[in-house]
């Protein structure tokens, strides 16, 4: 348990973790020894980050940190090391407010310890690569003031070469720069460690939904993502990718809808697999995320989320009605551009509306015979040759929609 003094603890795993696969087993915190930061007076906010082996990059973002509008006493900084061996310890510890040192790597989900031992009104996640623009946590921590159930603000996240990075879904907040109420996060139980890395936020975001808070992603907090290449896009990622996700879809989404998703996911993430090389990493994926799901969606069946969350995340009736506006405006061809990982609703409001889909745009995805329900996946310039009355966004991501 957390004394409420700052201070460096240990963190050992009963097993080794297993890379591919099954759950974190369960830590156990002991306190090895307490640094000078301490402050009598209780943080607005708690800063925690997660980092593995990236000494120089983690010492980075704690000067970001350091330079942020608020005055010392009114934040902390907690950094949870998944047991680095490059001397990431011994040049954290005396610049934070508390440094947890795991005894195996735990992914970025190794977050939720150090919330453990939070003190901050509100919880700021970032990656051990990311940093709040100047002023943002001021204006982040007006959101909550302004909004009693706000649960979580997310950031606008800009990467180094001018896009931005998003969730796929409405509302779905990235992990590298996000607000919690620590209440509520408290309340729907916290980030999930068996996630290890990938699809954290969409669980979490689910939950807190569902738990009656709202959640938004706000277009005037910012945060920078450097996106350091290291322990990026690899057979590690692809496997987690489609097993969460698999996963997520299990706990939260009813029938029919959980088939139809288990479908379009696997598919959608097969062919980034394909593209990525990550063949083998992807089928591990899918075979531990369908047996997981299997077991998740008996046990989590009271978590279903109902039909406002359902509307909230996915739009389905909103594209329907938009649909209908086109049918009725005369429009009965279009093109999709797009094939996001919400494209669904495109397609069933299309349907139901009596509009022909003749292609969907996407260069990323297209390839020969390659289709999305019977609807060819074209190269941008070839579906604009099928002579569309009208063009689509096929995604309700504002900042996928956008690129």
């Avoid at 509520?184 to 460690?193: C, I, K, N, P, W």
């Avoid at 938009?322 to 409001?349: E, H, Q, W």
Wanted: proline share 4%; glycine share 10%; net charge neutral.
């Amino acid at each position: 348990k957390d004394t409420g003094t700052t201070g460096i603890y240990t963190i050992s795993l009963r097993d080794a973790l297993p890379i591919w696969g099954s759950d974190t087993p369960i830590p156990v915190m002991r306190p090895i020894g307490c640094n000078t930061m301490t402050s009598a007076q209780t943080p607005q906010v708690s800063f925690i980050l997660a980092t593995y082996n990236r000494c120089d990059v983690v010492a980075h973002t704690l000067d970001k940190i350091a330079a942020c509008e608020l005055d010392r006493s009114d934040y902390e900084v907690i950094v949870v090391d998944n047991a680095s061996t490059d001397g990431t310890p011994e040049t954290v510890a005396p610049r934070v407010d508390r440094l947890v040192q795991l005894g195996g790597n735990v992914g970025s989900c190794a977050k939720a310890l150090g919330v453990e031992g939070a003190r901050g009104r509100y919880i700021v996640f970032l990656d051990d690569d990311s940093h709040p623009r100047d002023g943002s946590v001021t204006r982040m921590i007006e959101r909550f003031a302004a909004d009693q159930s706000l649960g979580a603000a997310g950031f606008t996240v800009h990467l180094p070469d001018g896009r931005l990075e998003g969730g796929a879904l409405p509302g779905v907040f990235v992990g590298c720069g996000v607000g919690f109420r620590a209440d509520a996060l408290s309340e729907v139980g916290g980030l999930d460690r068996t996630f290890f890395m990938q699809a954290e936020e969409y669980d979490l975001a689910f939950r807190l939904v569902a738990g009656g808070w709202n959640v938004a992603v706000f277009d005037d907090l910012h945060v920078e993502h450097i996106k350091t290449a290291q322990a990026r896009r690899s057979d590690r990622t692809t496997f987690f990718d489609i097993r969460n996700n698999l996963r997520v879809l299990a706990r939260y989404l009813p029938d029919p809808f959980f088939g139809v998703y288990r479908h379009d996911w696997v598919q959608r993430y097969g062919w980034l697999a394909e593209h990525d090389g990550h063949r083998n990493a992807f089928m591990r994926g899918v075979w531990a995320g369908r047996c997981r799901g299997l077991w998740e969606r008996r046990r989590y069946r009271n978590r279903r989320l109902n039909r406002n969350a359902l509307e909230f995340f996915f739009g389905w009736d909103r594209v329907r009605r938009r649909m209908a506006d086109l049918a009725t405006s005369g429009v009965r061809r279009i093109v999709l551009a797009d094939l996001g990982k919400n494209c669904y609703p495109f397609f069933r409001g299309a349907r139901m509306a009596g509009i022909s889909v003749s292609a969907i745009a996407d260069d990323r995805f297209s390839s020969a015979g390659r289709q999305y329900r019977g609807i060819p996946i074209l190269p941008v310039d070839k579906a604009m040759a099928e002579a569309p009355e009208m063009i689509v966004v096929g995604n309700t991501s504002t900042v996928h929609s956008t690129e």
